[in-house]
């Protein structure tokens, strides 16, 4: 469970704000599941890198460390065109965005 008023102390945010980034941040990230199982589908190797980045930044940015290191070894085997290497990340990332929702 994370310790939400630790990350927003390292942001130097109230943790009040850091909750709104959060929710944020979880309705992004569902959006972008849905917008990574279509690269994947299309078999988009480039979508599917972006949309991990992106997942990875966000991540990174507000301490949720399962999430972006997920995200880092995805968008590694994207960049090298391994997709088959990706077909349970969306399913990763969902099931560690309902971790941080559940213990909103």
């Known amino acids: 469970m994370p310790d939400f008023e630790y ?10 704000d850091f909750l709104e980034l959060t929710n944020l941040f ?3 990230l569902r959006d972008d599941i849905t917008r990574l199982e279509k690269a994947l589908q299309a078999q988009d190797a480039s979508a599917a890198r972006d949309v991990i980045h992106a997942i990875r930044g966000s991540a990174g940015n507000l301490g949720f460390t399962a999430i972006y ?3 880092s070894d995805g968008e590694n085997h994207a960049m090298e065109g391994r997709l088959e ?10 099931t560690e965005v309902a971790l941080i929702a559940e213990a909103l």
């Open 26 to 28: 979880i309705s992004t």
């Open 85 to 94: 290497l990706l077909t349970s990340l969306p399913q990763s990332f969902a």
């Open 69 to 71: 290191l997920l995200a």
């Open 7 to 16: 990350l927003a102390e390292q942001l130097g945010l109230d943790t009040e």
